[in-house]
Every structure is written in structure tokens, then in C-alpha cells.
């Protein structure tokens, strides 16, 4: 175990009994620390990365405080908040248990874990079946824990903190990655880089260093950067005027600078989608005037048209100078299907594909197949009936009415779903395993704190006063 994973560890148990978000700032900085392994000894085929250590001390913390169990078993049985999520969890732990012997070397897939990634083997069980679905019921214990809290206001400001914590996080690890390579010092850098797939960190693209921080690859930290970007961009509104906004509005731009310099065609996906939801986000706020940050759009817009003309104003002038960033462009999203990577990448996904197909639509268990599509992923895992319980949540999350909630409550809400988009679009194109992960959690708990309480809910607490004694009858006068 190497010594940035001791002093973790050491950190885990003063956050988990510190008074405060201190918990909630440390899980969000723990993940810009995705190539660190926790656990000891060198080969291990399972990972242990520090965010999803945090994660579980930060829902542990959460669960010991009175009252939040049962609080706990209200949202995550309330099909209205986290209904459909929990059903998915129950039936994806069982498909792990049950899909790999019922299919056990009938079916080919390519193994979460294994050393050759470039060929399928036959079904069977596999540690991956535990270890995925260890990391889903972190993932659903978090967004379990956040829709307890988050409905309070305090709990939404310590969110919006973390973010700006997380955000610092990714960016000061490129910034170390990109001086280290280039001081020719990236050696100093292998205690943080102790993980057991394949780390891609030392890797150029048209003579330019590929920024990956401490992440195993390109990909991996350009969509960090970029889904980190995403959330304080659409809550930044909600930070308070001054200092904090400009905070938020720096590390923004610098997230997005390190997803540019990753070279990432994913992270170049996820920047044009977000540069969409941010044009329908702008004209929704220009055609409602009651839309909360409004105030701001006149600024918003003369930045945009003053970065436009500059743009267009380089481009003419000195074409030269943008030439290699074009070249950059092509060579990673426009010609991406002549790389390896993409050879190898769509064979997982068509694999995982086969895998479906063959087990009937019934999927093959929760971690028994890699792909490189985060859809194919969740169906060949989980099958049809899987795939629409979770998609179904999510896209409940997403369309659910914010018409009950205050102004601001609303914005907040709003935020979180407008900062969803890229990162699933990126997820969708990129993702190797079922996984959410914390952050996709944290948001989509939120959102289920914000849900209105469905008929079911409402009728228990229609209930509970007839447990109460019985009022005095009061006799009439002269009785």
C-alpha cells in the first residue's frame, strides 16, 4: 500500500466523526484520486479507490444519526422518490448471483477483470460479480443518504462547497501531471498511480502531452473534467454573489481547459453537449421572467458574443496558430475509428451486445461483462427488465415537475438535471461497467429529495394520528 493510500485512510475516520460537511468535501476530492488502490498487496484484480471509501463513511455517518433509518426506508420505499432504484438493486443482486451459473459457459463475454481484454472467454462466476455489485449498493446507499438530507438548504450549500472542492481537485492533479511529464519527473507520481488495470498516463497526441491527472487514462479525466464543469456551471447562479461566484466561474474554466487538454474525444462529446444545454438552459432563463439568475444574463451574453469574436477573429487572422488544435481534433473524434482503442472498445460493447441477445434479454449478472456504452452495459448485465427499472429512475428523476418547489428550490433542482445531460451522454459512450458512481448518486438523490410525496407516503401519515388517544368528548352545559 503506498503512502498517499495510508494518509487517506488515516483521514477516513477524523471526517467520518467531524462535526459538518467535512465528509461530503473529502468524498468529493477523493474523486480526482481514481488510479490510487487502497487495498494492500501488489496483483490484486479487485480495486479499491478512496471515493468509494469516503462514499460509505459519509453514508455511514449519515445512517447513525436518530431518525435517518427510518427516514432511510420511507424514500428508498417510496416509488415516487427512490422506488424503482431500490427494486433495480434487489433484482441486479440477484441477477449476479443467479444469471452466471444459469448461463455458466454457454455465453461468451469479455470479463470486468482479467488480464486479456482483447478476447472473449465463457461465462462463469467471477470476483467481478461481487466487486460490481459492491460498488452499485455504495452508489445506491449514497444517493440513499443524500435524499434523506437533501431537502434542507444548509445541505445544498455544503453541496454546492463540494463541488467547488472536487472541481480544484481535478484541476490541481492535471496541472501536477503536466508539470511532472514535463520536468521528467512523472516517477514521483507512481504512489498515486498503484491500481491494478492498465494505466495509460504518459501518452501524447500530435506531440502534446495527454493531461490525465490521477486517473488511468485520457478519457477517464477529461470526463471527470467536464461532468465536474457541468455541475457548477448550471448551479452557479446559486452561489453567492462575489468571491464565491467568481470562484466557481475559475474553476469552471479550468475544468473545462483540462478536459480540452486530455485530447479526449469523450470529453470533446461531452463539451458540445453541454455547450447545447447551456444555449437551451440561456433561452429558457431569456423567456421566463420569473427564472432565478436572470439577473446575470446580460453578462452571460456579452461574454459569450466578446469569446465569439475573438474566436472567429484568431481563426481569420492566424490561422496558424489554431492549426494544431485542429489537427488534434480531427485525429481523436474524427478519425477516432482508425485507433486501436476504438477497435477494442467496440468489441467490447458488441460482445456485451451478443451477450444479451443470447441469454434471451435476461442478461448474463451484475459485473460478468465489460463493454465501452454504459446502456449496453446496464442490458447485458441486467437484461430488459434491468434496464427499465434503472432507466426508468433516471428518467423519472429527470422529468419530474419542480412546480411545488420555491424559486430558488426549483433553480437548484433545474441545476442538477440540466448537469446530468453530458454526464450521461459521456457515460453512454465511455462506460465500462454498471456502476453510477458518486456523483451521478449525489445528484439523482437530490432530486429525489425534492420529489413530492407520492399517495403511498401521503396515506401513512394519514394514519398515524389514529394511533393517538382519544380526545376528551366534552359534555354540553347543564349535562
Known amino acids: 500500500m503506498s503512502w498517499p493510500a495510508l494518509v487517506l485512510w488515516a483521514l477516513i475516520p477524523l471526517v467520518a466523526i467531524s462535526r459538518g460537511p467535512a465528509a461530503l468535501y473529502a468524498t468529493s476530492v477523493a474523486g480526482a484520486f481514481m488510479s490510487l488502490q487502497m487495498l494492500p498487496g501488489d496483483g490484486l484484480s479487485m480495486n479499491l479507490l478512496p471515493q468509494t ?3 460509505a463513511a459519509l453514508v455511514g455517518k449519515i445512517a447513525l444519526r436518530r431518525g435517518n433509518l427510518l427516514r432511510a426506508a420511507e424514500a428508498a420505499l417510496d416509488p415516487a422518490r427512490l422506488g424503482l432504484f431500490t427494486a433495480f438493486i434487489v433484482f441486479s443482486i440477484l441477477t449476479a448471483i443467479l444469471l452466471p451459473r444459469l448461463f455458466a459457459g454457454l455465453i461468451e463475454v469479455i470479463p470486468v477483470a482479467g488480464a486479456d481484454l482483447t ?7 467471477r470476483s467481478g460479480n461481487i466487486t460490481q455489485t459492491a460498488y452499485m449498493l455504495v452508489s445506491y446507499f449514497t444517493a440513499v443518504a443524500i435524499a434523506v438530507i437533501g431537502s434542507r438548504r444548509d445541505v445544498r450549500q455544503y453541496y454546492l462547497q463540494a463541488l467547488l472542492w472536487g472541481g480544484l481537485a481535478i484541476v490541481a492533479t492535471g496541472i501536477v501531471d503536466l508539470a511532472a511529464y514535463h520536468a521528467g519527473a512523472s516517477a514521483l507520481l507512481d504512489p498515486f498511480r498503484t491500481a491494478s488495470y492498465t494505466l495509460l498516463t504518459d501518452v501524447e497526441a500530435e506531440g502534446a502531452k495527454r493531461v490525465v491527472g490521477f486517473t488511468p487514462e485520457a478519457s477517464s479525466y477529461g ?3 467536464v461532468g465536474a464543469a457541468a455541475s457548477i456551471l448550471f448551479l452557479r447562479p446559486l452561489y453567492r454573489a462575489g468571491g464565491q461566484r467568481l470562484l466557481a466561474t475559475a474553476t469552471m474554466l479550468g475544468l473545462l481547459v483540462m478536459g480540452a487538454l486530455s485530447t479526449s474525444a469523450t470529453a470533446y462529446a461531452g463539451s458540445a453537449v453541454l455547450g447545447c444545454v447551456y444555449l437551451f438552459d440561456l433561452a429558457r432563463r431569456l423567456l421566463d421572467r420569473q427564472a432565478f439568475g436572470r439577473d446575470a444574463l446580460g453578462w452571460e451574453i456579452g461574454i459569450l458574443v466578446i ?3 475573438i474566436a472567429c477573429a484568431v481563426v481569420a487572422l492566424a490561422p496558424g496558430k489554431v492549426a494544431p488544435a485542429f489537427d488534434v481534433l480531427d485525429k481523436v473524434v474524427f478519425n477516432k475509428t482508425e485507433s486501436y482503442s476504438y477497435y477494442q472498445r467496440s468489441l467490447w460493447t458488441h460482445t456485451g451486445w451478443l451477450a444479451f441477445l443470447d441469454s434471451g434479454g435476461l442478461g448474463v449478472g451484475l ?4 463493454t465501452s456504452n454504459w446502456s449496453v ?3 447485458a448485465s441486467t437484461g430488459v427488465f434491468g434496464g427499465l427499472l434503472l432507466f426508468g429512475f433516471i428518467a423519472q428523476k429527470l422529468l419530474q415537475s419542480t412546480s411545488h418547489l420555491s424559486r430558488e428550490d426549483a433553480a437548484f433542482a433545474i441545476g442538477v438535471k440540466l448537469s446530468l445531460a453530458p454526464a450521461l451522454v459521456m457515460t453512454e459512450l465511455s462506460g465500462t461497467i ?3 458512481g458518486f456523483a451521478a448518486a449525489a445528484a439523482l438523490g437530490l432530486l429525489s429529495a425534492t420529489a413530492p410525496a407520492s399517495a403511498g407516503r401521503l396515506w401513512i401519515r394519514r394514519r398515524r394520528p389514529l394511533n393517538l388517544p382519544n380526545p376528551p368528548v366534552r359534555r354540553p352545559a347543564g349535562a
Not at 119 to 125: K, Y
Open 307 to 309: 469569446a465569439a469574436l
Open 53 to 55: 471509501v469516503f462514499a
Open 223 to 225: 470526463g471527470l473534467s
Open 119 to 125: 478476447g472473449a472467454s465463457v461465462l462463469t462466476p
Open 434 to 436: 454498471p456502476d453510477i
Open 367 to 370: 459485473g460478468s461483462v465489460r
Open 377 to 379: 452495459s446496464i442490458l
